[in-house]
C-alpha cells in the first residue's frame, strides 16, 4: 500500500516542484519504487525529469474530468524507479469544470485509488494556490509536505494553508497528517535565513524536518538539462540534502531496515 505525499503551499517559488521532483528521485535511489502526480498546470515537474509538456497529450487532467485509468498514461524516467503522471496546461480548466461534479473534492483519490498499491510512494506537485486541484490533491493524500523557504514573507501565508489543512482533515480527509516542514533556499550566512529557521523551529517543534535545502545553484541548473539533481550532479549540496530529507523520511515511516532499537549500542560498564 503506497503513502501519497501532496507538497503544497499557496506561495509561489518556495521550492514545490524542486522538492517533488528530488524527493522522488532520492526516494527511487533508495530503491523504493516511486510516482510524482504533477497537479501544476505549469507542468514544470513534467519538464524537470525531461519530459516536454507539449508533447503530452493525455495528463492528470484526463484522469480527473474523463475518469481516464492513470496506469495508461504513466511516463517512465530516465531517473531510478521514478514515474510521473504528467502535467498540462489544461488544468487551469478543470477547476471550473469540477465545480459542477458531485464529489468534486475526490476526483483525484478515486483516480489514484488504482494505482496507489503499485508504489511504494505517490508526491503530488500542488500548483501555488488553494483552489480545488489542490484540496483535491489534499483529499488524495496521506500527508502533506509545506516548503517554507527561509525569508519573511514565507511566514506570512502559512496560516492560511494550515486553515486550508484543517478544513480538509474536518471536512474530506480525516486521516490527513502534516508530514513535515521543509525549510528551503536557505543560506546560512545571512542573518534573516537563521532566524526564520529559529522562529519556523519554535513554533512547529516536532513538525519540522532536521534536514534544511540550501539554496544551491546545481538545484537549480539540474531541470535546464532536464534531470533530477542527483542525476546530474549527486555529490552537489542540494542532491545531498534530498538524499538525506528521503532517508528522514522512511525513518519516519519506519522504512528502514534498521529498526531505532537496532540503533542504539548497548555500552557496558568500565568500557
Known amino acids: 500500500m503506497g503513502k501519497i505525499i ?12 524542486t522538492s517533488a521532483i528530488n524527493l522522488g528521485a532520492s526516494l527511487g535511489a533508495l530503491e523504493k519504487k516511486v510516482l ?10 513534467t519538464s524537470g525529469v525531461g519530459l ?24 517512465h524516467t530516465d531517473s531510478p524507479n521514478l514515474d510521473i503522471l504528467p502535467g498540462h496546461i489544461d488544468l487551469v480548466g478543470a477547476e471550473i469544470e469540477m465545480i459542477n461534479l458531485p464529489n468534486r473534492e475526490k476526483m483525484m483519490r478515486m483516480a489514484l485509488s488504482n494505482i496507489k498499491d503499485e508504489y511504494d510512494f505517490i508526491i ?7 483552489g480545488l486541484v489542490t484540496v483535491n490533491a489534499l483529499t488524495a493524500a496521506d ?16 496560516g492560511k494553508l494550515l486553515n486550508t489543512v ?13 508530514e513535515g516542514m521543509l525549510l528551503t533556499m536557505y543560506d546560512q550566512r545571512l542573518r534573516l535565513a537563521n532566524q526564520v529557521v529559529e522562529e519556523v523551529k519554535m513554533h512547529f517543534q516536532q513538525l519540522v524536518f532536521n534536514t534544511i535545502i540550501f539554496r544551491n545553484t546545481k538545484l537549480g541548473e539540474a531541470p535546464s ?10 555529490t552537489c549540496k542540494g542532491a545531498v540534502n ?3 530529507l528521503a532517508r528522514e523520511i522512511l525513518q519516519k515511516n519506519k522504512l528502514t531496515r534498521l529498526t531505532d532499537e537496532e540503533k542504539i549500542i548497548e555500552v557496558g560498564n568500565g568500557h
Open 166 to 178: 484543517k478544513i480538509v482533515q474536518n471536512l474530506l480527509n480525516k486521516d490527513l497528517e502534516i
Open 143 to 158: 500527508s502533506v509536505i509545506i516548503p517554507i523557504q527561509c525569508e519573511y514573507f514565507a511566514l506570512e501565508g502559512l
Open 6 to 17: 501532496a507538497i503544497a503551499n499557496q506561495k509561489g517559488g518556495v521550492g514545490k516542484t
Open 242 to 244: 534530498y538524499l538525506n
Open 124 to 130: 503530488i506537485d500542488c500548483s501555488p494556490s488553494l
Open 36 to 45: 510524482i502526480v504533477d497537479a501544476d498546470p505549469q507542468a514544470n515537474a
Open 52 to 75: 516536454d509538456p507539449k508533447n503530452v497529450k493525455t495528463s492528470i487532467y484526463e484522469c480527473i474530468i474523463h475518469n481516464i485509468n492513470p496506469a495508461d498514461i504513466i511516463l
Open 225 to 234: 538539462h532536464g534531470e533530477t539533481a542527483i542525476m546530474f550532479d549527486a
